[in-house]
């Protein structure tokens, strides 16, 4: 027999034993010296631990020996020799395993069926509870259980073993866990994924990211998110809420770059808040400005500035850098609305809420509207600089997930070179994504339709619409769908139309249109945030689109869809 066979033999042989003396167990007394040895384990010393233990079993016998050599095996594995710890196994009798000795045992033999490709093996191994083991290895149980079921076949399962364990976890560990738990999740089809969340109990972690699965598919959530800690803002001081849950902020500060390189964009956002605030009859917070400057040091100044203040609750800040530093600092004394995601992707504080215009938002929304369109073979197009970079990650990521196909992947710049034989290369795509501005699009259209493309679905994203505005000149646009905002399209109420505003405010005309109905909607989010807290119907109707709250504290928005015809964006029926 070869090795490599006989290692998984023996571990395969030897879970057998572990289960079948399950019922005869006794609890073991550690003497002072294997407690010694566990606590050099518990310091971070996993070799020096095993190194000791074994020593402590050639001179004992029996049970003691053991329950020795299984906490040295442990140990070995700890320290990252398999080998070592393979050769202890044929030696150690479970039954004389039991509590926490016992749970490190199952552990150990579970991590190892499942690098000898055995998740059979690994779930009994792991039996059905991680209560046997200490606090901080029962994530490590659920996200062995987690990989067992996974390559079992039942990813729902999977995802919920490692929501179980996400809360033990820290670091780029506890993201990687999550983008696991997304990707399991993703890969389920919409009937599935709607029964099963339904049937979750109340509480259960997993809920949350099924919901947050479910609203991007445009599917209905059973029933609202569960907020547990998240959502412990303290409303006392704010009058009872309106019958369709207006109830705002007594006292708001808004963070705005009202200075610096991103002036421009604050002062769009700031007039959108205000177009909203003036717009409302009903009693309104007092709103104070604060100016961030765009940088980091003025957010956080301006934020201390706002607690300071008596503020019961703060709008922004704006700057991705700006957020990243803001949530860096941990629970905030008053909670906020962020006006971006930080660059880590992490959720908002517990009490506070995330809202943003990502680049990656568009890519993951391009890639569910072509796979509801039954488009599972895709042509990435995207543009070198950072938001078409981000888009085209985060379709491929999401597109890939939802069991789609990239049959190909092309970058561009802004002077747009002949790339007919890559597109002719790629003729096998049943669609397009385009992460790419107007300008570059219209270049691209006549070279997409030489290459047989013409007639297939295009997609692009909200940067579709930045550099155009002449009918004439983006006649090659026609049919490219995008993801827009509600309100020029279907417009809002308590806003004119956006091509009546556009007359005469330059901060609400063409580009800037678009962070104008961002500033509107950041006003109806902090008026109506316990109203989408606590539901789960339709979510609130914006000027950006439809917005939901998910369980993590960000604001999710389904957007409304557009294409251009006759050289004009114009909204796709039934796409709002």
Same mark, same amino acid.
């Given at each position: 027999?070869?090795?490599?066979?006989?290692?998984?033999?023996?571990?395969?042989?030897?879970?057998?034993?572990?289960?079948?003396?399950?019922?005869?167990?006794?609890?073991?007394?550690?003497?002072?010296?294997?407690?010694?040895?566990?606590?050099?384990?518990? =310091?971070?010393?996993?070799?020096?631990?095993?190194?000791?233990?074994?020593?402590?079993?050639?001179?004992?016998?029996?049970?003691?020996? &053991?329950?020795?050599?299984?906490?040295?095996?442990?140990?070995?594995?700890?320290?990252?020799?398999?080998?070592?710890?393979?050769?202890?196994?044929? =030696?150690?009798?479970? $039954?004389?395993?039991?509590?926490?000795?016992?749970?490190?045992?199952?552990?150990?033999?579970?991590?190892?069926?499942?690098?000898?490709?055995?998740? @059979? =093996?690994?779930? =009994?191994?792991?039996?059905?509870?991680?209560?046997?083991?200490?606090?901080?290895?029962? /994530? $490590? *149980?659920?996200?062995?259980?987690?990989?067992?079921?996974?390559?079992?076949?039942?990813?729902?399962?999977?995802?919920?073993?490692?929501?179980?364990?996400?809360?033990?976890?820290?670091?780029?560990?506890?993201?990687?866990?999550?983008?696991?738990? !997304?990707?399991?999740?993703?890969?389920?089809? %919409?009937?599935?994924?709607?029964?099963?969340?339904?049937?979750?109990?109340?509480?259960?972690?997993?809920?949350?990211?099924?919901?947050?699965?479910?609203?991007?598919?445009?599917?209905?959530?059973?029933?609202?998110?569960?907020?547990?800690?998240?959502?412990?803002?303290?409303?006392?001081?704010?009058?009872?809420?309106?019958?369709?849950?207006?109830?705002?902020?007594?006292?708001?500060?808004?963070?705005?770059?009202?200075?610096?390189?991103?002036?421009?964009?604050?002062?769009?956002?700031?007039?959108?808040?205000?177009?909203?605030?003036?717009?409302?009859?009903?009693?309104?917070?007092?709103?104070?400005?604060?100016?961030?400057?765009?940088?980091?040091?003025?957010?956080?100044?301006?934020?201390?500035?706002?607690?300071? &203040?008596?503020? %019961?609750?703060?709008?922004?800040?704006?700057? $991705?850098?700006? !957020?990243?530093?803001?949530?860096?600092?941990?629970?905030?004394? !008053? /909670?906020?609305?962020?006006?971006?995601?930080?660059?880590?992707?992490?959720?908002?504080?517990?009490?506070?809420?995330?809202?943003?215009?990502?680049?990656?938002?568009?890519?993951?929304?391009?890639?569910?509207?072509?796979?509801?369109?039954?488009?599972?073979?895709?042509?990435?197009?995207?543009?070198?600089?950072?938001?078409?970079?981000?888009?085209?990650?985060?379709?491929?990521? +999401?597109?890939?997930?939802?069991?789609?196909?990239?049959?190909?992947?092309?970058?561009?710049?802004?002077?747009?070179?002949?790339?007919?034989?890559?597109?002719?290369?790629?003729?096998?795509?049943?669609?397009?994504?385009? @992460?790419?501005?107007?300008?570059?699009? +219209?270049?691209?259209?006549?070279?997409?339709?030489?290459?047989?493309?013409?007639?297939?679905? $295009?997609?692009?994203?909200?940067?579709?619409?930045?550099?155009?505005?002449?009918?004439?000149?983006?006649?090659?646009?026609?049919?490219?769908?995008? /993801?827009?905002?509600?309100?020029?399209?279907?417009?809002?109420?308590?806003?004119?139309?956006?091509?009546?505003?556009?007359?005469?405010?330059?901060?609400?005309?063409?580009?800037? &249109?678009?962070?104008?109905?961002?500033?509107?909607?950041?006003?109806?989010?902090?008026?109506?945030?316990?109203?989408?807290?606590?539901?789960?119907?339709?979510?609130?109707?914006?000027?950006?689109?439809?917005?939901?709250?998910?369980?993590?504290?960000?604001?999710? +928005?389904?957007?409304? *869809?557009?294409?251009?015809?006759?050289?004009?964006?114009?909204?796709?029926?039934?796409?709002?």
């Amino acid at each position: 027999m070869n090795k490599p066979l006989a290692r998984i033999c023996s571990v395969s042989l030897l879970l057998l034993l572990f289960a079948g003396c399950a019922t005869t167990s006794v609890t073991p007394t550690a003497s002072p010296e294997q407690s010694a040895a566990l606590a050099l384990l518990a =310091q971070g010393k996993p070799r020096e631990a095993a190194q000791q233990l074994e020593a402590q079993a050639a001179g004992a016998s029996g049970a003691q020996r &053991s329950r020795l050599l299984a906490d040295a095996a442990f140990a070995w594995h700890e320290a990252g020799d398999d080998a070592k710890a393979q050769a202890l196994l044929p =030696q150690i009798q479970p $039954r004389h395993l039991a509590g926490a000795q016992r749970g490190r045992f199952g552990l150990l033999n579970a991590e190892l069926a499942l690098a000898a490709q055995q998740p @059979a =093996q690994a779930l =009994q191994a792991l039996g059905s509870s991680a209560l046997d083991l200490p606090q901080e290895l029962q /994530p $490590r *149980w659920h996200l062995a259980r987690g990989q067992a079921l996974e390559a079992s076949g039942d990813a729902f399962a999977a995802a919920g073993e490692r929501a179980q364990a996400d809360a033990g976890l820290a670091g780029e560990t506890r993201s990687e866990n999550q983008r696991a738990i !997304v990707r399991l999740l993703a890969s389920l089809d %919409d009937a599935t994924l709607s029964s099963r969340a339904a049937a979750l109990p109340a509480g259960d972690p997993l809920y949350n990211y099924a919901g947050r699965g479910l609203i991007s598919r445009g599917l209905p959530l059973p029933r609202p998110f569960d907020r547990g800690e998240q959502w412990s803002v303290d409303t006392s001081k704010r009058p009872p809420a309106e019958r369709d849950g207006y109830r705002p902020p007594v006292k708001m500060a808004v963070l705005l770059p009202l200075s610096g390189n991103l002036a421009a964009a604050g002062a769009s956002v700031r007039d959108g808040l205000l177009a909203g605030y003036y717009g409302e009859a009903r009693r309104r917070p007092q709103v104070d400005f604060f100016d961030t400057a765009g940088t980091v040091a003025g957010a956080n100044a301006a934020y201390d500035r706002a607690a300071a &203040s008596g503020a %019961d609750f703060v709008l922004g800040p704006l700057g $991705r850098d700006e !957020v990243s530093a803001l949530f860096a600092r941990g629970q905030l004394p !008053v /909670p906020v609305l962020a006006l971006n995601r930080p660059a880590d992707g992490s959720a908002p504080p517990a009490g506070s809420a995330g809202f943003s215009l990502a680049p990656e938002d568009d890519g993951i929304m391009a890639a569910e509207y072509l796979l509801a369109r039954e488009r599972r073979n895709v042509l990435i197009i995207g543009s070198n600089d950072d938001s078409g970079r981000r888009s085209a990650a985060a379709f491929r990521q +999401r597109f890939s997930e939802r069991g789609g196909q990239i049959a190909g992947s092309i970058s561009v710049g802004d002077a747009l070179a002949d790339i007919g034989s890559q597109l002719r290369a790629y003729a096998a795509a049943d669609s397009v994504f385009l @992460a790419v501005r107007g300008p570059q699009a +219209r270049m691209l259209a006549p070279q997409l339709a030489l290459a047989g493309f013409a007639g297939k679905t $295009r997609v692009g994203t909200s940067q579709l619409v930045q550099g155009t505005g002449n009918a004439e000149e983006d006649m090659p646009l026609e049919g490219i769908a995008f /993801p827009s905002e509600s309100w020029p399209s279907y417009g809002v109420g308590g806003l004119p139309s956006a091509g009546t505003l556009a007359t005469t405010l330059p901060t609400a005309r063409g580009a800037a &249109s678009r962070l104008f109905a961002f500033g509107y909607d950041a006003w109806l989010i902090t008026a109506y945030l316990e109203k989408l807290a606590a539901g789960s119907d339709g979510g609130l109707r914006g000027a950006t689109g439809t917005l939901h709250l998910d369980g993590f504290g960000n604001i999710l +928005r389904t957007p409304a *869809w557009s294409t251009f015809s006759g050289g004009r964006p114009q909204p796709i029926a039934g796409g709002h």
